[in-house]
């Protein structure tokens, strides 16, 4: 199993957005580890998203960061800011237009048009179901 590892100020409050953000599910995990860390199920990979809890400062552009794809960026960004995220800059470059938004902590993840529309597809028939 690999896990994506998001930083957050606080566990309960990034799980409710990565979740919806995500359409991911919450694993349980060990007690013990609950109080530093989430585990989140996406649902169309074994891939897991960790949060981890962190009082550090962001001090820069995160070196990794998640592309989320949509076939409407603009209703999937509202949708987003209206979870706690917000537009940091907006993209019109190498034939993509695409925002960078900041989940609540400012970690920075980006909003695209679909390049893999039949990876979407699939998708939402998981998470219909």
């Not at 902590?105 to 998708?123: I, K």
């Amino acid at each position: 199993m690999a896990h994506f590892v998001i930083d957050v100020g606080d566990l309960d409050q990034g799980t409710v957005f990565w979740s919806a953000a995500l359409e991911a599910t919450e694993e349980p995990i060990n007690p013990e580890s609950s109080k530093v860390y989430r585990r989140l199920r996406l649902p169309d990979s074994e891939i897991r998203v960790l949060l981890q809890l962190t009082t550090d400062s962001k001090a820069g552009k995160e070196r990794m960061h998640l592309d989320l794809e949509t076939d409407d960026v603009e209703i999937e960004v509202r949708r987003l800011e209206a979870l706690g995220a917000t537009r940091w800059d907006h993209q019109q470059e190498r034939s993509h237009d695409f925002w960078v938004m900041r989940d609540p902590w400012g970690n920075e993840f980006c909003v695209l048009q679909t390049e893999f529309p039949d990876l979407l597809a699939r998708r939402r028939t998981s998470s219909s179901r």
